[in-house]
């Protein structure tokens, strides 16, 4: 079965460092996203991406955040001037343009030192 | 309002016995409700989705009751077992963006 798939699994910056997580959707799908969830905590949404524009996205998506698709494969979230607080679980998901199912990776555990 | 309430925080069952996790939401458009399944160290897995049409539905073991007028839709989860140990997420999205809302987590314990 097709997999949403991130790397890195784990990511290590010291603040105010910049940090860009990799996504790599299932081929077909059409709509991209960005959740995050801080250790044990919910899932929030961060950002949503199609026709390579952002759609939608949450307060916590401020200026630091920056989401492309450089290629046809590719959806990076890109965070600027890192803190303690983005610390967290980044997961990407994709969906087909047909249904809200929306597939998961399994996550780049991003810690900031 | 884009929130969406879920209860209990945690859950321990006794294998065999029936796990009910519920959700509650506030804003009216949405209109898609999935549960996730989480396991350490992954990400969230589509479990089971209703629709506000729909009042109930069944895979397996898994059942989704909604109720449109209270706002509310809840998982039963029968004979329940140690693999369906796991954190469980309730969600709502709508719209042709279908950005989820997810619920704050339920984390079952099923005990053998």
């Known amino acids: 079965e097709p997999e949403v798939t991130q790397t890195p699994s784990h990511q290590v910056t010291q603040m105010g460092q910049e940090v860009i997580l990799r996504c790599v959707p299932i081929?077909?799908?059409?709509?991209f996203y960005w959740y995050r969830q801080i250790l044990g905590q919910k899932v929030e949404f961060l950002v949503s991406?199609?026709?390579?524009?952002?759609?939608?996205k949450s307060e916590i998506f401020d200026d630091q955040f920056s989401v492309e698709r450089p290629d046809g494969s590719n959806f990076t979230l890109k965070i600027r001037s890192t803190k303690l607080e983005d610390s967290a679980m980044y997961f990407c998901?994709?969906?087909?343009?047909?249904?809200?199912?929306?597939?998961f990776g399994d996550g780049t555990r991003l810690s900031i030192l | 309002q884009q929130q969406v309430k879920q209860s209990p925080q945690s859950l321990i069952v006794q294998k065999g016995g029936i796990s009910i996790i519920n959700c509650a939401y506030e804003n009216t458009a949405f209109d898609y409700f999935p549960w996730y399944q989480q396991f350490p160290g992954k990400g969230p897995a589509l479990l089971i989705a209703i629709r506000p049409d729909v009042s109930e539905k069944k895979e397996g073991r898994f059942t989704i009751s909604f109720n449109k007028s209270a706002k509310q839709f809840s998982l039963h989860i029968m004979d329940s077992q140690p693999g369906d140990s796991a954190t469980y997420f309730c969600?709502?999205?709508?719209?042709?963006?279908?950005?989820?809302?997810f619920g704050a987590g339920t984390r079952l314990t099923v005990k053998p």
């Open positions: 081929s077909n799908h059409l709509y």
């Open positions: 991406f199609y026709n390579n524009e952002i759609s939608e």
């Open positions: 969600a709502a999205s709508y719209g042709y963006n279908n950005d989820m809302r």
């Open positions: 998901a994709s969906r087909d343009g047909g249904r809200p199912l929306q597939h």
